[in-house]
């Protein structure tokens, strides 16, 4: 037998911040269940990663996580130092895909938002993922993906959510000036847009508030609240080759809400 014949083909390697919970959780488990190899952020919650590995385990695929705030840009360096080790353990010097998802909520009116408020958003939803991706680039292969989590809070204006959905109004423009810019080395960037999903984001509002739970059902069109696995499997869908001719999106994920 040849030699060319026992070599095995590289496995595909993705890096999602905010892997340790909700959404950042599913599609880290949607990709390992598809034969993706993880490296994933987490801020704090060392816990909850060590669940996720062992998870993602269960799939039959590999996982490292990594400690990192977002909204610390001066850690960034180190952070891709660490990364690169990552990389050398999972047989690798550079990986596949970014999912930008870790993330935090606000909720107040516009007339009450504070500096300190848009400044913490501004840090962790818009300069962190604008920065990261960029010092991650170097490791990222040629014809990679990226894809930014954004929110349907863009499209459909509820009060209370402005300086958030201003952000992701901003990561949005983002992507796709990415898509235009890094479109030269095969580069896919699309932007997901999740509806309201019962997850512990906003401290469980949309899971755990059973009237927020109706209303939201109400007004969308398939009838109910999104789930987690309604959107990993569809960020997972969008990694793959299967969509390589997307680019410069924005794809929501919403079951309809508000048309």
């Given at each position: 037998m040849?030699?060319?014949?026992?070599?095995q083909?590289q496995?595909?390697?993705?890096?999602?911040?905010?892997?340790?919970?909700g959404?950042?959780r599913?599609t880290v488990?949607q990709l390992a269940?598809?034969g993706v190899?993880?490296?994933f952020?987490?801020?704090n919650?060392?816990?909850?990663?060590?669940?996720?590995?062992?998870?993602v385990g269960?799939?039959?695929s590999r996982?490292i996580?990594?400690?990192?705030?977002?909204?610390?840009?001066g850690?960034?360096?180190g952070?891709?130092?660490?990364?690169?080790?990552?990389?050398?353990?999972?047989?690798a010097?550079?990986?596949?895909?970014l999912?930008?998802n870790a993330?935090?909520?606000?909720?107040q009116?516009?007339?009450?938002?504070t500096?300190?408020d848009l400044?913490?958003?501004?840090?962790?939803?818009f300069k962190?993922v604008?920065?990261?991706?960029?010092k991650?680039?170097?490791?990222?292969?040629?014809?990679g993906?990226?894809?930014?989590i954004?929110?349907?809070l863009?499209?459909?204006v509820?009060p209370g959510?402005?300086?958030y959905?201003a952000?992701k109004?901003?990561?949005e423009i983002?992507?796709?000036?990415q898509?235009?810019?890094l479109?030269a080395?095969?580069i896919?960037v699309?932007?997901?847009?999740p509806?309201?999903i019962?997850?512990?984001?906003s401290g469980g509002?949309?899971?755990?508030?059973?009237e927020?739970h109706?209303r939201?059902?109400?007004?969308t069109?398939?009838?109910?609240v999104g789930?987690p696995?309604?959107?990993g499997p569809?960020?997972?869908?969008?990694?793959?080759?299967d969509n390589?001719w997307?680019?410069a999106?924005?794809i929501?994920?919403?079951?309809?809400m508000?048309?």
């Amino acid at each position: 037998m040849s030699i060319e014949n026992n070599v095995q083909p590289q496995r595909r390697i993705a890096i999602i911040t905010g892997g340790n919970r909700g959404l950042g959780r599913n599609t880290v488990l949607q990709l390992a269940a598809r034969g993706v190899d993880i490296i994933f952020t987490y801020r704090n919650n060392r816990a909850e990663a060590d669940e996720v590995m062992s998870a993602v385990g269960d799939h039959g695929s590999r996982a490292i996580a990594l400690q990192l705030d977002v909204a610390d840009t001066g850690a960034f360096g180190g952070f891709v130092q660490r990364v690169e080790q990552a990389l050398a353990q999972l047989g690798a010097r550079q990986f596949d895909y970014l999912v930008n998802n870790a993330g935090t909520s606000h909720h107040q009116a516009f007339e009450h938002v504070t500096e300190d408020d848009l400044d913490s958003l501004y840090q962790v939803h818009f300069k962190g993922v604008f920065f990261l991706t960029q010092k991650l680039l170097p490791l990222l292969k040629d014809g990679g993906r990226i894809v930014n989590i954004s929110s349907g809070l863009t499209r459909i204006v509820i009060p209370g959510s402005v300086a958030y959905a201003a952000m992701k109004g901003a990561v949005e423009i983002l992507t796709r000036y990415q898509a235009k810019e890094l479109g030269a080395r095969g580069i896919a960037v699309n932007t997901v847009a999740p509806g309201a999903i019962a997850t512990d984001f906003s401290g469980g509002m949309v899971r755990d508030n059973p009237e927020l739970h109706q209303r939201v059902a109400g007004m969308t069109a398939l009838g109910r609240v999104g789930q987690p696995d309604d959107i990993g499997p569809m960020i997972a869908a969008l990694l793959s080759d299967d969509n390589r001719w997307v680019t410069a999106q924005r794809i929501e994920v919403s079951g309809g809400m508000v048309i």
